[in-house]
Protein backbone atom coordinates (compact mmCIF):
# COMPACT_ATOMS: atom_id res chain seq x y z
CA UNK A 1 0.00 0.00 0.00
CA UNK A 2 3.07 2.22 0.69
CA UNK A 3 4.29 1.54 -2.14
CA UNK A 4 1.61 2.16 -4.40
CA UNK A 5 1.00 5.57 -2.88
CA UNK A 6 4.98 6.53 -2.80
CA UNK A 7 4.34 5.89 -6.62
CA UNK A 8 1.52 7.90 -7.31
CA UNK A 9 2.71 11.19 -5.75
CA UNK A 10 6.32 10.29 -7.41
CA UNK A 11 4.52 10.22 -10.71
CA UNK A 12 2.04 12.60 -10.21
CA UNK A 13 4.48 15.53 -9.32
CA UNK A 14 6.60 14.76 -12.81
CA UNK A 15 2.91 14.86 -15.06
CA UNK A 16 2.15 17.82 -17.12
CA UNK A 17 -1.32 15.98 -17.32
CA UNK A 18 -4.81 16.83 -15.60
CA UNK A 19 -3.98 15.84 -12.02
CA UNK A 20 -7.12 14.74 -11.51
CA UNK A 21 -6.92 12.15 -14.37
CA UNK A 22 -3.74 10.95 -13.20
CA UNK A 23 -5.08 10.30 -9.37
CA UNK A 24 -8.08 8.10 -10.95
CA UNK A 25 -5.94 6.31 -13.82
CA UNK A 26 -2.45 6.07 -12.04
CA UNK A 27 -3.87 3.89 -8.83
CA UNK A 28 -5.91 1.34 -11.24
CA UNK A 29 -2.94 0.56 -13.58
CA UNK A 30 -0.67 0.30 -10.61
CA UNK A 31 -3.31 -2.49 -9.17
CA UNK A 32 -3.60 -4.19 -12.76
CA UNK A 33 0.27 -4.39 -13.21
CA UNK A 34 0.71 -5.47 -9.69
CA UNK A 35 -1.80 -8.49 -9.70
CA UNK A 36 -1.07 -11.52 -9.42
CA UNK A 37 2.50 -11.02 -8.71
CA UNK A 38 2.31 -9.03 -5.73
CA UNK A 39 -0.15 -11.59 -4.07
CA UNK A 40 2.90 -14.52 -4.63
CA UNK A 41 5.51 -12.46 -2.96
CA UNK A 42 3.11 -12.11 -0.09
CA UNK A 43 2.11 -15.59 -0.24
CA UNK A 44 5.60 -16.56 -0.35
CA UNK A 45 6.58 -14.15 2.60
CA UNK A 46 9.26 -12.83 0.00
CA UNK A 47 10.69 -9.14 0.49
CA UNK A 48 10.02 -7.38 -2.84
CA UNK A 49 7.24 -5.12 -1.23
CA UNK A 50 10.01 -3.96 0.94
CA UNK A 51 13.00 -4.09 -2.08
CA UNK A 52 10.49 -1.74 -4.38
CA UNK A 53 10.02 0.69 -1.35
CA UNK A 54 13.58 0.92 -0.98
CA UNK A 55 14.24 1.40 -4.72
CA UNK A 56 11.51 4.46 -5.18
CA UNK A 57 13.46 6.07 -2.83
CA UNK A 58 16.57 5.77 -4.52
CA UNK A 59 15.15 6.99 -6.96
CA UNK A 60 13.55 9.88 -5.31
CA UNK A 61 16.75 10.98 -4.43
CA UNK A 62 19.19 9.94 -7.34
CA UNK A 63 20.75 13.37 -7.13
CA UNK A 64 21.18 13.39 -3.60
CA UNK A 65 23.90 11.04 -2.03
CA UNK A 66 20.98 9.54 0.39
CA UNK A 67 20.82 7.49 -2.43
CA UNK A 68 23.53 5.68 -1.37
CA UNK A 69 22.15 4.48 2.16
CA UNK A 70 19.14 2.99 0.42
CA UNK A 71 21.06 1.65 -1.80
CA UNK A 72 24.05 -0.59 0.87
CA UNK A 73 20.67 -1.59 2.11
CA UNK A 74 19.18 -2.91 -1.34
CA UNK A 75 21.63 -5.12 -1.94
CA UNK A 76 21.84 -6.58 1.49
CA UNK A 77 18.06 -7.53 1.27
CA UNK A 78 18.86 -8.81 -2.71
CA UNK A 79 22.36 -9.06 -4.52
CA UNK A 80 20.43 -7.75 -7.34
CA UNK A 81 20.91 -4.20 -6.51
CA UNK A 82 24.60 -4.75 -6.83
CA UNK A 83 23.93 -4.39 -10.57
CA UNK A 84 22.54 -0.65 -9.73
CA UNK A 85 25.78 0.18 -8.35
CA UNK A 86 26.95 0.11 -12.11
CA UNK A 87 24.80 3.24 -13.00
CA UNK A 88 26.48 5.28 -9.66
CA UNK A 89 30.45 4.26 -10.87
CA UNK A 90 29.82 4.70 -14.61
CA UNK A 91 28.22 8.50 -14.01
CA UNK A 92 31.21 8.91 -11.45
CA UNK A 93 28.64 9.74 -8.41
CA UNK A 94 31.07 9.31 -5.99
CA UNK A 95 29.27 10.61 -2.77
CA UNK A 96 26.48 7.78 -3.44
CA UNK A 97 29.39 5.31 -4.01
CA UNK A 98 30.64 6.70 -0.92
CA UNK A 99 27.34 6.94 1.71
CA UNK A 100 26.93 3.30 0.08
CA UNK A 101 30.30 1.81 1.17
CA UNK A 102 30.21 4.00 4.53
CA UNK A 103 26.48 2.58 5.04
CA UNK A 104 27.74 -0.96 4.21
CA UNK A 105 30.66 -1.31 6.47
CA UNK A 106 28.14 0.26 9.42
CA UNK A 107 25.66 -2.97 8.37
CA UNK A 108 28.81 -5.00 8.60
CA UNK A 109 30.13 -4.17 11.70
CA UNK A 110 26.52 -4.44 13.31
CA UNK A 111 26.83 -7.96 11.79
CA UNK A 112 29.71 -9.14 12.86
CA UNK A 113 29.29 -7.77 16.67
CA UNK A 114 25.79 -9.68 16.84
CA UNK A 115 26.79 -12.60 15.24
CA UNK A 116 30.98 -12.60 15.36
CA UNK A 117 32.76 -12.48 12.25
CA UNK A 118 32.94 -16.56 11.66
CA UNK A 119 29.20 -16.48 10.70
CA UNK A 120 29.60 -13.22 8.14
CA UNK A 121 32.71 -15.62 6.43
CA UNK A 122 31.01 -18.73 5.82
CA UNK A 123 28.38 -16.42 3.47
CA UNK A 124 31.45 -15.99 1.54
CA UNK A 125 32.99 -19.23 1.83
CA UNK A 126 30.15 -21.45 1.51
CA UNK A 127 27.38 -19.29 -0.26
CA UNK A 128 23.70 -20.48 0.11
CA UNK A 129 23.49 -20.05 -3.64
CA UNK A 130 26.44 -22.58 -3.95
CA UNK A 131 23.84 -24.82 -2.69
CA UNK A 132 20.32 -24.43 -4.59
CA UNK A 133 19.56 -27.90 -6.48
CA UNK A 134 20.10 -27.29 -10.32
CA UNK A 135 16.37 -27.88 -11.15
CA UNK A 136 15.35 -24.83 -9.54
CA UNK A 137 17.21 -22.66 -11.94
CA UNK A 138 14.79 -23.87 -14.38
CA UNK A 139 12.38 -21.70 -12.53
CA UNK A 140 14.23 -18.74 -12.76
CA UNK A 141 13.09 -15.91 -15.39
CA UNK A 142 16.97 -14.63 -16.11
CA UNK A 143 19.00 -15.32 -18.67
CA UNK A 144 20.65 -17.76 -16.75
CA UNK A 145 17.09 -19.65 -16.76
CA UNK A 146 16.56 -19.45 -19.98
CA UNK A 147 19.50 -20.96 -21.39
CA UNK A 148 19.38 -23.60 -18.41
CA UNK A 149 16.08 -24.52 -19.77
CA UNK A 150 17.37 -24.45 -23.33
CA UNK A 151 20.27 -27.20 -22.14
CA UNK A 152 17.39 -29.28 -21.16
CA UNK A 153 15.34 -29.48 -24.19
CA UNK A 154 19.06 -30.27 -25.96
CA UNK A 155 20.88 -31.84 -23.69
CA UNK A 156 23.24 -33.97 -26.32
CA UNK A 157 24.18 -29.60 -27.78
CA UNK A 158 25.26 -27.96 -24.64
CA UNK A 159 26.56 -28.62 -21.15
CA UNK A 160 27.62 -26.39 -18.36
CA UNK A 161 30.42 -25.03 -19.46
CA UNK A 162 28.65 -23.69 -22.74
CA UNK A 163 25.85 -22.05 -20.53
CA UNK A 164 28.10 -20.36 -18.46
CA UNK A 165 30.13 -18.99 -21.57
CA UNK A 166 27.05 -17.65 -22.95
CA UNK A 167 25.78 -16.56 -20.13
CA UNK A 168 28.30 -14.44 -19.51
CA UNK A 169 28.71 -13.14 -23.22
CA UNK A 170 25.13 -12.50 -22.87
CA UNK A 171 25.78 -10.04 -19.83
CA UNK A 172 28.34 -8.54 -21.45
CA UNK A 173 25.92 -7.57 -24.29
CA UNK A 174 23.75 -6.25 -22.37
CA UNK A 175 25.89 -4.42 -20.00
CA UNK A 176 27.60 -2.84 -22.90
CA UNK A 177 24.68 -1.48 -24.48
CA UNK A 178 23.08 -0.26 -21.34
CA UNK A 179 25.99 1.68 -20.96
CA UNK A 180 26.01 3.17 -23.98
CA UNK A 181 22.01 4.08 -24.41
CA UNK A 182 22.20 5.41 -20.22
CA UNK A 183 24.79 8.38 -22.05
CA UNK A 184 21.84 9.20 -24.15
CA UNK A 185 18.92 8.93 -21.54
CA UNK A 186 20.75 11.04 -19.19
CA UNK A 187 20.72 13.94 -21.38
CA UNK A 188 16.57 13.44 -21.07
CA UNK A 189 16.68 12.92 -16.95
CA UNK A 190 18.94 11.38 -14.40
CA UNK A 191 16.87 9.49 -13.45
CA UNK A 192 15.57 7.72 -16.83
CA UNK A 193 19.25 7.08 -17.35
CA UNK A 194 19.15 4.72 -14.18
CA UNK A 195 15.73 3.36 -14.67
CA UNK A 196 17.01 1.26 -17.77
CA UNK A 197 19.21 -0.34 -14.92
CA UNK A 198 16.21 -1.92 -13.65
CA UNK A 199 15.63 -4.16 -16.52
CA UNK A 200 19.21 -5.20 -16.97
CA UNK A 201 19.05 -6.50 -13.35
CA UNK A 202 16.27 -8.40 -14.18
CA UNK A 203 17.56 -9.95 -16.79
CA UNK A 204 21.21 -10.65 -15.85
CA UNK A 205 20.79 -11.74 -12.35
CA UNK A 206 20.70 -15.45 -12.44
CA UNK A 207 18.07 -15.99 -9.86
CA UNK A 208 15.13 -13.20 -11.26
CA UNK A 209 11.76 -15.01 -10.03
CA UNK A 210 8.67 -13.94 -11.60
CA UNK A 211 7.03 -12.56 -9.05
CA UNK A 212 9.95 -9.58 -8.91
CA UNK A 213 7.69 -8.03 -11.80
CA UNK A 214 6.69 -5.56 -9.07
CA UNK A 215 10.63 -4.38 -9.19
CA UNK A 216 9.37 -3.07 -12.77
CA UNK A 217 6.81 -0.52 -12.25
CA UNK A 218 8.79 2.42 -11.75
CA UNK A 219 10.08 1.82 -15.26
CA UNK A 220 6.76 1.23 -17.10
CA UNK A 221 4.96 4.26 -15.04
CA UNK A 222 7.28 6.15 -16.22
CA UNK A 223 7.11 5.11 -19.79
CA UNK A 224 3.06 5.57 -19.40
CA UNK A 225 4.28 9.29 -17.67
CA UNK A 226 6.39 10.14 -20.54
CA UNK A 227 3.75 9.10 -23.54
CA UNK A 228 6.12 8.90 -26.31
CA UNK A 229 3.02 8.56 -28.99
CA UNK A 230 1.51 11.25 -27.23
CA UNK A 231 -1.97 9.53 -27.10
CA UNK A 232 -3.76 8.52 -24.03
CA UNK A 233 -5.56 5.62 -25.39
CA UNK A 234 -2.52 4.39 -27.33
CA UNK A 235 -0.67 4.65 -24.30
CA UNK A 236 -3.11 2.43 -21.96
CA UNK A 237 -2.95 -0.33 -24.93
CA UNK A 238 0.86 -0.14 -24.83
CA UNK A 239 0.82 -0.87 -21.15
CA UNK A 240 -2.15 -3.85 -21.33
CA UNK A 241 0.66 -5.05 -24.19
CA UNK A 242 3.47 -4.99 -21.41
CA UNK A 243 0.94 -6.79 -18.79
CA UNK A 244 -0.04 -9.99 -20.85
CA UNK A 245 3.64 -10.08 -22.25
CA UNK A 246 4.70 -9.98 -18.48
CA UNK A 247 2.07 -12.26 -17.63
CA UNK A 248 2.95 -15.34 -20.24
CA UNK A 249 6.89 -14.52 -19.49
CA UNK A 250 8.72 -12.40 -17.32
CA UNK A 251 11.68 -12.53 -18.96
CA UNK A 252 10.25 -11.11 -22.07
CA UNK A 253 8.72 -9.29 -20.12
CA UNK A 254 12.20 -7.45 -18.86
CA UNK A 255 13.91 -8.09 -22.72
CA UNK A 256 10.77 -5.81 -23.85
CA UNK A 257 11.21 -3.03 -21.47
CA UNK A 258 14.97 -3.01 -21.73
CA UNK A 259 14.55 -2.76 -25.71
CA UNK A 260 11.95 0.24 -25.34
CA UNK A 261 14.43 2.64 -23.25
CA UNK A 262 17.65 1.08 -25.40
CA UNK A 263 15.92 2.57 -28.50
CA UNK A 264 14.04 5.49 -26.63
CA UNK A 265 16.61 8.21 -27.85
CA UNK A 266 15.99 7.07 -31.41
CA UNK A 267 12.57 7.64 -30.80
Known amino acids: VIDILLLV ?15 IVFPILILILLFPSIAASIIYSQTTSLFLFLLILVIHYIKSWKAGIFLAILVFIKPLAGVFILYFLFFKKWKVVASSAITGILILTITILSFGFQTLSNYFISAPTDRIPDYVYFEYSSLFGVLKRLQQNIPGYMNIHSIKIFYYLGCLFFVSLTFYASRKLALISNTFAFLIFIPLALLIYPATLWHYSILALPVVLYIYNENPFKNTVLNLVIMLFLYIIGFYNFFLFNLVLWVILITWPLM
Open 9 to 23: RFYSSRTNTNPKAVK
